[in-house]
Every structure is written in structure tokens, then in C-alpha cells.
């Protein structure tokens, strides 16, 4: 029953390789769900993991040409969807600090601020403030301020210009910058927003 099983997959990793999407679809239909249980038995979150399917199987797609198949297939699928794992954590661990820098920057006693029972109440106010914003301007504030992207990159990625680009993000700092001096978080609001407007 396993030889036939290795023989199966030997025939659909052969045909992956020759860039049959059926070969791709049929290993896609056996590995996603245990891939995504894998991820979100890491990860905790539905959308996380879900992502984390996606990268394994577009890397795989990519590097269909390489794939050896003479090698585990599982160990290789489940390899490259731990590191996709680390990867999340990684950009996760990378922007709660930016949260956390944001949330300090609105402070004029920073030093103390992790000393305060509200901060976390804060980091989520600042969540809760991004989601309001409208769709569009809510992923291109994410993606300049969370991701890093440049404002050239996210003009591409929305089909717009660089100047639109630079309207939805201070759009999105006024906003914001508004509703947290409602809490009277005053003082250097937005200094660290400000530092990386340009690019």
C-alpha cells in the first residue's frame, strides 16, 4: 500500500516537473490540510496559516524544475512551510516593536511607558484604529508603515500614483493622530511616523 502510495506521488512529482497543473493540483489536494494544521498549531491563526499554505505551494510551483525526486516530497513541503513559520513570527516580532515605538512615541514619559497597565490597551487601540480606516488606505498605511514598502512599490502593487499613495498615508496619520490626542497621548505625537514619511 506505501509503495503504490511513493509510486503515485513519484508519477504526480514527475509530472509536476513538467509544469502539469493537474500533477500540481492533486499534490496541492493532499498536502494543504495537513500543511495548515501544521501552521496553525504554530501560529494560532486561521489567516496565518492559511498564507503560510499559499507560500509553500507558489515556492513549489517556482521550484517544480528542481524538486528531486528521489527525496522525501513530505519532508521537503514541510520544511519549507517551517520556515515560512519563522518568517511570520519574525515580521510579527518586527511589528509589534513598531507598534510599540509608535505607542512610546505618543508618550512624553516613554521610559515608563511598559510600566503602564494600559499600554497593551493602547497597542490594541491602535489595531482597532487601523481597521477603521477605509479598505484601500488601511492596507497601503500597513504596508508603508508595518511592511516597509516604499511608496513607488505601493503605487505599483494598487495601480496608482505615488502622489495618491502619499494622500492615503496622511490621510491615515491625521486620523490617527487625532484620535489618539482624544487620549491625551500629546507631546511627540507621531514623531516616529513622521521619520519614515518619505521614500
Given at each position: 500500500?506505501?509503495?503504490?502510495?511513493?509510486?503515485?506521488?513519484?508519477?504526480?512529482?514527475?509530472?509536476?516537473?513538467?509544469?502539469?497543473?493537474?500533477?500540481?493540483?492533486?499534490?496541492?489536494?493532499?498536502?494543504?490540510?495537513?500543511?495548515?494544521?501544521?501552521?496553525?498549531?504554530?501560529?494560532?491563526?486561521?489567516?496565518?496559516?492559511?498564507?503560510?499554505?499559499?507560500?509553500?505551494?507558489?515556492k513549489i510551483w517556482d521550484k517544480r524544475k528542481d524538486?528531486?525526486?528521489?527525496?522525501?516530497?513530505?519532508?521537503?513541503?514541510?520544511?519549507?512551510?517551517?520556515?515560512?513559520?519563522?518568517?511570520?513570527?519574525?515580521?510579527?516580532?518586527?511589528?509589534?516593536q513598531l507598534k510599540h515605538d509608535i505607542i512610546a512615541?505618543?508618550?512624553?514619559?516613554?521610559?515608563?511607558?511598559?510600566?503602564?497597565?494600559?499600554?497593551?490597551?493602547?497597542?490594541?487601540?491602535?489595531?482597532?484604529?487601523?481597521?477603521?480606516?477605509?479598505?484601500?488606505?488601511?492596507?497601503?498605511?500597513?504596508?508603508?508603515?508595518?511592511?516597509?514598502?516604499?511608496?513607488?512599490?505601493?503605487?505599483?502593487?494598487?495601480?496608482?500614483?505615488?502622489?495618491?499613495?502619499?494622500?492615503?498615508?496622511?490621510?491615515?496619520?491625521?486620523?490617527?493622530?487625532?484620535?489618539?490626542?482624544?487620549?491625551?497621548?500629546?507631546?511627540?505625537?507621531?514623531?516616529?511616523?513622521?521619520?519614515?514619511?518619505?521614500n
Amino acid at each position: 500500500m506505501f509503495g503504490k502510495k511513493l509510486n503515485t506521488e513519484t508519477r504526480l512529482l514527475n509530472g509536476l516537473k513538467k509544469s502539469d497543473h493537474e500533477s500540481f493540483r492533486k499534490l496541492f489536494e493532499q498536502y494543504s490540510k495537513p500543511l495548515y494544521r501544521f501552521s496553525l498549531s504554530y501560529l494560532k491563526s486561521n489567516e496565518g496559516a492559511e498564507d503560510v499554505v499559499q507560500e509553500v505551494f507558489i515556492k513549489i510551483w517556482d521550484k517544480r524544475k528542481d524538486i528531486d525526486t528521489g527525496k522525501s516530497f513530505q519532508s521537503y513541503v514541510f520544511t519549507i512551510a517551517l520556515n515560512s513559520v519563522r518568517k511570520y513570527f519574525n515580521k510579527l516580532a518586527a511589528a509589534n516593536q513598531l507598534k510599540h515605538d509608535i505607542i512610546a512615541s505618543f508618550s512624553e514619559n516613554s521610559a515608563k511607558l511598559d510600566e503602564q497597565d494600559d499600554f497593551e490597551d493602547y497597542l490594541r487601540h491602535l489595531d482597532t484604529l487601523i481597521n477603521r480606516m477605509p479598505e484601500k488606505r488601511k492596507e497601503i498605511f500597513i504596508g508603508k508603515k508595518l511592511d516597509g514598502k516604499s511608496q513607488k512599490e505601493l503605487a505599483e502593487e494598487f495601480g496608482i500614483t505615488t502622489k495618491t499613495v502619499e494622500y492615503h498615508i496622511t490621510e491615515a496619520m491625521k486620523f490617527l493622530k487625532e484620535e489618539f490626542e482624544k487620549l491625551r497621548l500629546g507631546g511627540m505625537v507621531f514623531f516616529y511616523l513622521f521619520i519614515t514619511k518619505k521614500n
